[in-house]
């Protein structure tokens, strides 16, 4: 989940979000997963008036630890959603496994399926031919980590 903080020197109770380095960093993400073939799903939300507002703690580890307070900008939300592909999702879980399902909103193939369904059988289809495994994905969360601090 990307979200933007607002330029340096800008002021203000709600500043607006730093667009461009918000474009940036999920470009930057969104090549890393073209460069490793890796399919995905990216879902966009605006910025919601009335969002509880927070600070960021801006630091740098070891001795010097200056830490600068910025009010949290009016930023859309990013979901960069990485996934298996959708070859691997077999059709007789009675859903596809595309961009609505993988945000919660799962479209059965036929009422049997649509009556069939629990939580554990959603969970266990995702798992099994959805999400990336585990270390696939922590590798990947760390890439995105670095490349959130250049």
Known sequence: VLSAGCKAGTRG???????????????GL????QRRNI????????????????LVELGMAGEDQAHLLL??????YIYIIPRQPE????EKAGFNAAVSEIAG????????AFETFTEDSLK????GSVTLDGLEFDDLICKAAWLAIQ
């Open 39 to 54: 399919p995905h799903n990216l879902l966009m939300a605006p910025y919601q008036e009335g969002q509880k507002p927070r």
């Open 30 to 33: 969104v090549l890393e997963l």
């Open 87 to 90: 070859s691997n999702h077999s």
């Open 105 to 112: 909103v799962v479209l059965a193939h036929t009422e049997e």
């Open 13 to 27: 109770k709600r500043p607006p979000a730093d667009l461009e380095a918000l474009a940036s960093a999920a470009a």
């Open 71 to 76: 009010p949290d900008a009016m930023s859309p």
């Open 124 to 127: 266990q289809a995702f798992s």
